[in-house]
């Protein structure tokens, strides 16, 4: 028995039973094999994506929601302006969360105007990392507030206490 390894999931597998689609090439089972190719696909697209910046605006609920909001906080948005310049920014690395969070920012705390035929993209991408500060610390003073006002021994706050904890780390790793 000769054995060879799974090219989707490496498990040792015999090569006289494994799934050999060509030459050299074994998988345990006919969904390994695709299964790969589908992650090899991906892999190729996310690199293109990273490398020459998607062609095709995303499109997916979150960029959904957010166009919603933008629509709401800005008024009247060049929609398809807005959908390449969140595409931009979420392939360099910014979240749909930290964006909302920055243009909520850039009108409540800077008090500028988002001017709808420019968008979004130079005004975020500005502020978004003083929108994280800000927004890190003001989770922290809240916590620390919080915690100064129930400083209580009882259960309850204990509980309450770690939620909170918990829900301002998942807050912040949005970012
Ligand atoms: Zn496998």
Redesign the pocket.
């Known amino acids: 028995m000769t054995i060879v390894k799974?090219r989707?999931?490496h498990?040792e597998i015999d090569k006289d039973t494994a799934y050999s689609p060509a030459k050299g090439r074994y998988?345990?089972n006919e969904e390994?094999y695709l299964k790969h190719e589908g992650k090899k696909q991906k892999d190729r697209e996310n690199y293109m994506n990273i490398k020459y910046g998607k062609k095709t605006p995303i499109q997916n609920a979150e960029s959904d929601r957010l166009v919603e909001y933008l629509q709401n906080t800005i008024g009247e948005i060049n929609e398809p302006m807005i959908r390449k310049q969140i595409t931009k920014l979420i392939n360099s690395g910014h979240t749909y969360k930290g964006i909302e969070l920055t243009v909520d920012y850039i009108i409540k705390i800077k008090l500028l105007t988002i001017e709808p035929k420019y968008g979004i993209i130079y005004l975020v991408e500005k502020y978004y990392n003083e929108t994280k500060g800000y927004w890190i610390k003001k989770q922290r003073i809240k916590k620390s507030v919080g915690g100064h006002i129930f400083d209580s021994k009882t259960n309850v706050v204990v509980v309450k206490k770690r939620n909170d904890k918990i829900k301002g780390k998942l807050k912040t790793e949005e970012f």
């Open positions: 799974c989707y999931c498990k998988y345990c390994h």
